[in-house]
């Protein structure tokens, strides 16, 4: 091989990889926005915003899109975003618990799904992997944060946040 053609290799591949990395900063910045958008929608109609989430949709979608490690960013940074441009989810200690339940949901989504066999039942395994690890960190990260405020966070608090 020649000098020449090496080099035009690695030029090549080097424009893939900004190629890449410029889809990915723009796949980011959209789940980012969707994720603060969302909320706007759901919110209209209280039974629904209630019930639907829509913040972790984006972050779940965004983890299977671009990876665990885009998907933590992306899931951690929209919950802190939403707090400090429209003051909901209140920052401490619902936006700081939300933000490290996100991360993980966009983390395990990626890494799940890269790992496990392109199956349609691993998109679901991904999934519910994700929520139970997800909720399992809020949980965590809630007792602490009620912890510093000498309040108690309860078995009951943790079911009823997590689950219902």
Not at 35 to 49: A, E, M, N, R, V
Not at 90 to 100: D, N, Q, S
Not at 137 to 153: H, N, P, R
Request: proline residues 6%; glycine residues 10%.
């Amino acid at each position: 091989m020649k000098v020449c053609d090496l080099a035009r290799t690695f030029i090549f591949l080097e424009d893939d990889m900004r190629k890449e990395s410029t889809k990915k900063l723009v796949l980011s910045g959209f789940f980012i926005a969707l994720g603060l958008i969302l909320p706007f929608i759901t919110g209209q109609i209280p039974s629904i915003g209630r019930m639907l989430l829509p913040m972790h949709i984006p972050v779940l979608i965004a983890g299977f899109i671009l990876g665990g490690r885009c998907g933590l960013i992306i899931g951690f940074i929209i919950p802190l975003l939403r707090t400090f441009l429209f003051t909901m989810p209140p920052l401490y200690p619902a936006a700081i618990a939300m933000a490290f339940e996100l991360g993980v949901y966009g983390l395990v989504t990626g890494l799940l799904y890269n790992k496990l066999p392109k199956k349609p039942i691993n998109i679901y395994v991904s999934l519910i992997g994700a929520m139970i690890s997800g909720r399992i960190v809020w949980g965590i990260v809630s007792y602490i944060l009620y912890s510093l405020d000498k309040t108690a966070f309860t078995l009951e608090m943790f079911m009823a946040g997590a689950f219902f």
